[in-house]
């Protein structure tokens, strides 16, 4: 099964080819969905856990967060109350927006979710953060004073008569793409409408530029014809109706909001890359429908004036000539809090207004540094030789760095453990994306190592937290950068490879963190000191409790740990540490081989009472052994034995979604016997990054690289085909 998948998708699923833009031309897509007027959309409520929290047209679906429970999912409505699963684009989308400086998801409706710009996305839990949503944000076209709503279902008031027929999207981060698909517009083909974002690799500063670029590329046919732009930008973005408009010549501005919603929204319009010589109309009302009306009435402009209330601005441009037409989106919040302390944007020590900040936009438009920028990313995730489900995959994992991290004023940058937890910078989720940050952003990779080492306790035991935990802190309860939450079994030896990690791969001195690597050192040997490996603490799985007295997940990423130990005392010609590293390599080693070889695989725990099950297998067991591969460490592990193990985890811990926790558990993770099986979570629980990491290993070990990789297209496939929701 898994190689018919892997041959379809490979030789099948081709590269969807790009619609030449001027800003964008080589920009390789990989997905797409189309969605057409007559097509209808609802929530069905599914099981789910860890989610991010889900609105539609709106309407939150009110169940984000961690804890099990129902949540309200699109589905597309079909006929005799079926449904099916909604085109690509519309249950999520690319995000767009500065590096953590909040921002947007265009979907394949044209409708704008994930709402971020004033207080940034964050877990729903963290108060002074979270999505929020207006379904009245729409955009409009019109050629030859023909309008076209660019939604295929119109915020209320809007004539239905008015949305556009269907629209295609296309998806490769920082770019959403909608083909404009209606014979109103131009009978000689789809104008394209693209929103993107500046994303540069290894320039973070520049990356936090906080804008969002519509630029709209209409056939070479309609060049010479009048066409006319629309935005409807609701007020409540600032949480509070009643914003101020004003024009600067080819910018409109909004400006309003209280506290950390103060702030500004600037529009500048780009006709063929430059500023337009005609200057954007505007008009506030208290409908959608009546901004929308008015520039119908007057054929593609406003009267810039206030009608009949507030709550939404329109804003639009009526341009005589041109193929380009970019509405450049800006805005700056530069308020944030945590607690009672004013953390501020990053962004905000760089420009000082939303009209700098389009400005910036402008320029970098008009240079050719967007498209360089977005053009060498975007070639290095696709124009390679692998498949195009993984490259689809790693062309988008750039969207997930910003979308839960604080960028702040002074510099630093932070990260929540996920969307649906406002933990702080929790080491065991940190350095599964530390790869991704190394290789695109290492001095915020290093931050975070160097944030853990400044604060480490004098006990050299590097804390789980530094914030906030899962629940609703909201930044009052702790301060940030305040370590807290007790030992793991992974964090300090996580520290240590990071250390390691940003030597080797960037060159970064050890000096500086050198006192608490030895603290660290001192911590995770002495804790081992019992057993020969970690025991009685929990790790990356918490929520399964404590398994065993030791674990294999814990084992192998000590090992590690201690193999890079003994190379960085070798750099740092410490022979006691070296000699200490050495010691606990060689003794783990040995414990690692007794208590959990079973002759096939290595078994999931060992408890020093006999209690020990004969058969469980965990699935990610060998993450550890993944990062002494990529970092060139000897375990002194034959390599045989791993292949066994990940041949065994992908026959017993595959399902269709990837790898679930475990396989074959007969007796309790507490140590006291058969039963009761069930922890926090459940054995078949499926933990996504179990795939990738399965493949990794099998392909570095000498398993089958089909067999290896069809892992990891299967969990990736469950996001970006069966379910249409990569993002």
């Not at 406002?422 to 350095?431: L, N, S, T, W």
């Not at 007796?667 to 933990?687: E, Q, V």
């Amino acid at each position: 099964k898994l190689q018919f998948l892997y041959f379809i998708v490979t030789h099948y699923n081709m590269s969807i080819p790009i619609l030449a833009t001027a800003a964008l031309a080589g920009t390789t897509f990989l997905n797409s969905g189309t969605v057409r007027s007559t097509d209808k959309f609802g929530l069905v409520t599914v099981n789910s856990i860890y989610n991010e929290d889900y609105s539609y047209e709106g309407v939150f679906g009110g169940n984000g967060g961690w804890t099990r429970g129902g949540l309200p999912y699109l589905y597309k409505m079909e006929g005799n109350n079926q449904t099916s699963v909604p085109p690509s684009g519309m249950r999520s989308s690319v995000p767009l927006g500065g590096l953590a400086a909040g921002g947007i998801e265009l979907r394949g409706d044209g409708r704008i979710g994930d709402w971020g710009i004033a207080l940034n996305n964050g877990p729903q839990a963290f108060q002074n953060a979270g999505k929020f949503e207006d379904n009245n944000w729409m955009m409009g076209v019109a050629v030859k004073d023909v309008a076209v709503a660019v939604r295929t279902n119109p915020p209320q008031g809007v004539d239905a008569a008015d949305a556009i027929s269907q629209m295609t999207y296309r998806g490769a981060f920082p770019v959403s793409q909608l083909s404009l698909e209606d014979l109103r517009l131009n009978a000689s083909g789809a104008a394209v409408m693209n929103a993107y974002s500046h994303f540069e690799m290894n320039k973070p500063s520049d990356s936090s530029l906080p804008v969002i670029n519509f630029e709209y590329l209409f056939p070479a046919a309609a060049a010479s014809e009048k066409k006319s732009l629309f935005m409807n930008i609701p007020e409540s973005l600032f949480r509070k109706p009643g914003v101020s408009v004003s024009v600067d010549g080819a910018t409109a501005i909004l400006k309003g909001g209280v506290n950390d919603t103060a702030g500004e929204i600037a529009v500048m319009v780009l006709v063929d890359g430059k500023p337009s010589t005609v200057a954007p109309t505007w008009i506030q009302s208290s409908s959608v429908a009546t901004n929308w009306g008015q520039f119908k009435d007057l054929k593609g402009v406003l009267p810039s004036k206030q009608e009949s209330g507030v709550g939404q601005v329109g804003v639009a441009v009526s341009v005589p000539n041109g193929q380009n037409v970019t509405l450049v989106f800006g805005y700056f919040f530069p308020d944030r809090h945590w607690g009672s302390e004013n953390i501020g944007q990053f962004y905000a020590s760089i420009w000082g207004s939303a009209k700098e900040v389009v400005t910036q936009s402008a320029s970098n438009i008009a240079s050719g540094k967007t498209n360089s920028a977005i053009t060498a990313w975007n070639r290095l995730c696709t124009d390679n030789s692998m498949p195009t489900w993984l490259r689809d995959a790693l062309t988008q994992t750039g969207g997930g760095l910003g979308k839960t991290s604080m960028f702040l004023k002074d510099g630093r940058y932070r990260q929540y453990e996920s969307h649906s937890c406002a933990q702080m910078e929790p080491p065991h989720i940190h350095f599964y994306r530390a790869l991704l940050y190394s290789s695109v952003f290492p001095t915020l990779e290093e931050q975070t190592v160097d944030m853990y080492a400044s604060t480490l306790p004098a006990d050299g035991d590097v804390q789980e937290l530094f914030g906030c935990g899962c629940g609703g802190c909201g930044g009052h309860s702790y301060n940030l950068d305040t370590p807290m939450g007790g030992p793991r079994g992974d964090d300090t030896s996580l520290f240590l490879i990071d250390n390691y990690m940003n030597y080797k791969w960037h060159g970064k001195s050890l000096s500086g963190n050198w006192d608490a690597i030895i603290r660290a050192v001192a911590w995770v040997t002495g804790n081992a000191q019992l057993y020969g490996l970690p025991h009685d603490l929990r790790n990356t799985f918490d929520e399964h409790g404590i398994v065993g007295n030791t674990n294999s997940y814990s084992a192998f990423v000590f090992l590690t740990g201690m193999a890079a130990t003994k190379e960085m005392a070798l750099l740092m010609k410490n022979d006691t540490m070296h000699a200490l590293a050495d010691a606990a390599l060689t003794r783990g080693v040995a414990q690692l081989e007794s208590q959990l070889w079973t002759g096939s695989y290595y078994r999931s725990f060992w408890c020093a009472n006999g209690n020990t099950d004969p058969n469980a297998l965990q699935g990610d067991s060998t993450y550890g052994y993944l990062w002494s591969v990529l970092l060139d460490l000897d375990l002194g592990i034959d390599a045989a034995k791993v292949k066994s193990h990940i041949e065994h985890e992908r026959m017993w811990n595959l399902n269709d979604y990837g790898i679930m926790f475990a396989s074959n558990r007969t007796y309790s993770y507490d140590c006291k016997g058969k039963g009761p099986l069930r922890a926090g979570f459940s054995d078949i629980d499926t933990w996504t990054m179990m795939a990738m990491d399965h493949a990794s290993v099998g392909i570095r070990v000498g398993a089958d690289i089909g067999e290896s990789m069809g892992v990891a297209q299967n969990m990736i496939d469950s996001y970006r085909l069966l379910n249409n929701d990569q993002w």
